[in-house]
């Protein structure tokens, strides 16, 4: 099971803005570790869509950005398009149980 | 330009144990701050992480799946090898490598292979 926390699903219309939140502990997120997150296209590998809290990668678009306050961390896209519809993901570190990487429970974006 | 690509069987047998070889390119697997990972995500259900191997040799295992996963690489073939024992239905799904980046925070998975399908049946 995860130890990150996310909505299943958001959906909202062109253009608007939509965020995904990322609930973790002090274990993980609250401890300091990085955030990052993976867009998951239908039937394709996971692609890197921010990392470092709030570093995009070259080639991912400015309306992707991300943030992180205290044991949280969240993922927002401004001007939603209908390519943005896919499966997100979190992911970070845990100290606990001998040190893991951890993804988040995932996110659905719904382009209406 | 760096690619990964998974290779192992299809179909295994429960009970069996599972050899996956990822073959990268671009990269090499001795450059301080690099790791290749294993992630799968069984079906409809959330990206899980497997096991990833450094530059230096360090080696980290999910907890849950610590006592049946192994991860080596062999550098000079530009390879990593997961093999999974006891293997289950359960266990069915895309299994992916991915190359993983170290900053101060914590590595992520910058490039991912295309995935192997891995069917656990009798």
């Known amino acids: ?78 001007g939603l398009q209908a390519e943005d519809e896919a499966d997100y993901y979190c992911q970070s570190y845990d100290s606990s149980l001998s040190g893991s990487f951890v993804f988040g429970t995932g996110t659905k974006v719904t382009v209406l | 330009q760096i690619t990964l690509k998974e290779s192992g069987p299809a179909l295994v047998k429960p009970t069996q144990t599972l050899t996956l070889t990822c073959t990268f390119s671009g990269f090499s697997l001795s450059t301080s701050g690099v790791g290749v990972g294993w992630i799968r995500p069984p079906p409809g259900k959330a990206l899980e992480w497997l096991a990833l191997i450094y530059w230096d040799d360090d080696k980290r295992y999910s907890p849950s799946l610590k006592s049946r996963l192994t991860i080596t690489k062999d550098t000079s073939k530009n390879q990593v090898v997961l093999t999974m024992t006891n293997m289950d239905p359960v266990d069915t799904g895309t299994y992916y490598c991915a190359h993983s980046t170290m900053i101060v925070g914590g590595s992520y998975f910058d490039y991912w292979g295309q995935g192997t399908l891995v069917t656990v049946s009798s």
Do not use: E
């Open chain 1, 1 to 78: 099971q995860s130890v990150l926390t996310q909505p299943p699903s958001v959906s909202g219309a062109p253009g608007q803005r939509v965020t995904i939140s990322c609930t973790g502990s002090s274990s993980n997120i609250g401890a300091g570790y990085d955030v990052h997150w993976y867009q998951q296209l239908p039937g394709t590998a996971p692609k890197l869509l921010i990392y470092g809290d709030n570093n995009r990668p070259s080639g991912v678009p400015d309306r992707f950005s991300g943030s992180k306050s205290g044991t949280s961390a969240s993922l927002a896209i401004t």
